[in-house]
């Protein structure tokens, strides 16, 4: 068989070459024009950013403000702490002076009690039902702070067959508000957790905070009058569980 004769590649004629790119030099190639943002989103963004400001600084100024306020409480748990603790001292020293006079000491009366209710009202007098409702023991084994006064004691032993009651220390006083106080805000009963509720709804009277509220009950301060600690405030008559084979008070 007969070889096929190879093809010679033939020149291209001048003039009829393909020339190459060449890059451009920089800054002379033509800026793409972008396409203009719309006034409505011009502007939502500058209100979103003046939002952002606006919520930033907000931020920071209610975080200092929390700092100042956790500092004061602090502050005042301190103050309260070196009160109770010479009142102590006090009662130890007027007993001890007396003792070594030869005389005895009687302390002041108590001016606080803590009332539990412990038996139905089935076929009592309206007398009784009446003043179980003033002391707001409208329920069985609810409990509540009272002020001792003559008109006070004499509503006690009145219901005295319905009720369990005796003075409660400082120890008791801290416990029963920390773990079982309640409080009446915007007609609602609400558990006493956090200080902000105590501080919206007393602050105008200086009670901030828990400490605050148990050094009021405790002392029964004459800066708050008890009517107004009672029914404004926010201690409501706390629940107590039934144990099997009947009610079990706390010795106070």
């Given at each position: ?5 190879e093809?010679k590649k033939?020149?291209?004629?001048p ?7 060449v890059?451009?030099a ?6 793409k ?5 719309p006034?409505t989103?011009k502007?939502?963004?500058r209100?979103?950013?003046e ?6 600084r907000?931020k920071?100024a209610?975080k ?6 956790r500092?004061?409480i602090?502050?005042k748990?301190?103050?309260y ?5 010479q009142?102590y ?6 007993a001890?002076m ?8 009687v ?6 009690a803590f009332?539990?209710?412990i038996r139905?009202?089935?076929g009592?007098?309206?007398?009784v039902?009446k003043?179980?409702?003033l ?7 609810k409990?509540t702070f009272v002020k001792?006064n ?9 219901v005295?067959p319905?009720i369990?009651w005796?003075?409660p220390n400082?120890?008791?006083v ?5 773990k079982r106080?309640?409080?009446k805000?915007?007609k609602?009963r ?5 200080n ?5 709804s007393?602050?105008k009277?200086g009670i901030i ?7 009021e ?6 800066s708050l009058?008890?009517r107004t600690q ?12 039934l ?5 079990i008070?706390?010795a106070?």
């Amino acid at each position: 068989m007969e070889a096929v004769p190879e093809k010679k590649k033939v020149p291209a004629a001048p003039g009829t070459q393909k020339k190459k790119k060449v890059p451009a030099a920089p800054g002379t190639l033509k800026k793409k024009k972008l396409p203009a943002v719309p006034e409505t989103l011009k502007k939502k963004r500058r209100n979103f950013a003046e939002l952002k400001v606006k919520r930033l600084r907000k931020k920071i100024a209610l975080k200092s403000l929390r700092r100042a306020q956790r500092k004061l409480i602090y502050e005042k748990a301190k103050y309260y702490h070196k009160e109770y603790r010479q009142m102590y001292r006090t009662e130890i020293r007027m007993a001890r002076m007396a003792r070594k006079a030869g005389n005895f000491y009687v302390p002041a009366e108590q001016k606080l009690a803590f009332v539990i209710r412990i038996r139905g009202i089935n076929g009592v007098s309206p007398k009784v039902r009446k003043v179980l409702q003033l002391l707001r023991l409208r329920q069985i084994f609810k409990g509540t702070f009272v002020k001792l006064n003559k008109a006070s004691i004499n509503m006690l032993r009145i219901v005295e067959p319905y009720i369990a009651w005796g003075y409660p220390n400082l120890k008791s006083v801290n416990e029963l508000i920390y773990k079982r106080g309640y409080g009446k805000i915007h007609k609602k009963r609400i558990a006493l957790t956090d200080n902000s509720l105590i501080a919206r709804s007393l602050g105008k009277y200086g009670i901030i905070c828990m400490e605050d509220l148990i050094h009021e009950i405790y002392t029964t301060s004459l800066s708050l009058s008890w009517r107004t600690q009672m029914k404004s405030i926010l201690v409501t008559p706390c629940p107590w569980n039934l144990a099997q084979g009947g009610p079990i008070v706390d010795a106070l």
